[in-house]
Each structure stands twice: as structure tokens, then as C-alpha cells.
Nanobody, 121 residues
Framework: VQLVESGGGLVQAGGSLRLSCAASGLVFRTYDMHWFRQAPGKEREFVAAIRWSGSTTYADSVKGRFIISRDNAKNMVALQMNSLKPEDTAVYFC????????????????WGRGTQVTVSS
């Protein structure tokens, strides 16, 4: 199984970025797909998830600014990030799991290697 993130980079506060995650080696449509992030010196935290059914959920810190979507035909999940803030700076990880995962990271089945997002003030 491989999850490969792309789309990270450097952006000014207030700007936008779109992250993508390409999945292979798994029955993508049967997994709940997630984005997590980890800032330097901090624990990895939940950002957003989209269930196999298409329902979505977001961390309070990104609600109204980020949008998660999936394309089962292309085995891809995306995270549209708008109105970015310096505190959004982190490495963003794509993850696949059987079920919605917010806290119990050990229950994630597969992780990507991450993509860096840096928001300058």
C-alpha cells in the first residue's frame, strides 16, 4: 500500500493551497480517508476526514476554511486549504483507516510520508 501526498509549499497568510493524496494497493473506496498534521515540537493532530460514504468531519481549528474531498475513480483524496494562517504550518499526512480516527493514531492502517506546508505571516 502507498499513500503519496503532494501540493505542499510556502504560502502567505490568507492564501490557499490544495493538497492531494494518491493511493494505491488498497480497495480505496472501502477506507475512511484522513488528513493529519504535525507541527515542530507538537503531537500529530487530526485535521479532516471523509468516510467511505462521503460524509466529512473537520477539526474545529480548520472548520469553514478547509474542504476535504475524494475521487474513488482516481483513488485520490484532496484537502483544499483556504484562508491559511501561520498556525497551519505543519507537515500534513494522508492516512487510511477502517473507521473515523481522531485521537487513536495507532488505529490508522496506512500513512503517507507527509508534505510540508509553511504559512508566512
Amino acid at each position: 500500500v502507498q499513500l503519496v501526498e503532494s501540493g505542499g509549499g510556502l504560502v502567505q497568510a490568507g492564501g490557499s493551497l490544495r493538497l492531494s493524496c494518491a493511493a494505491s494497493g488498497l480497495v480505496f473506496r472501502t477506507y475512511d480517508m484522513h488528513w493529519f498534521r504535525q507541527a515542530p515540537g507538537k503531537e500529530r493532530e487530526f485535521v479532516a476526514a471523509i468516510r467511505w460514504s462521503g460524509s466529512t468531519t473537520y477539526a474545529d481549528s480548520v472548520k469553514g476554511r478547509f474542504i476535504i474531498s475524494r475521487d474513488n475513480a482516481k483513488n485520490m483524496v484532496a484537502l483544499q486549504m483556504n484562508s491559511l494562517k501561520p498556525e497551519d504550518t505543519a507537515v500534513y499526512f494522508c492516512a487510511a483507516a477502517r473507521g473515523l480516527i481522531r485521537m487513536n493514531l495507532d488505529d490508522v492502517n496506512y500513512w503517507g510520508r507527509g508534505t510540508q506546508v509553511t504559512v508566512s505571516s
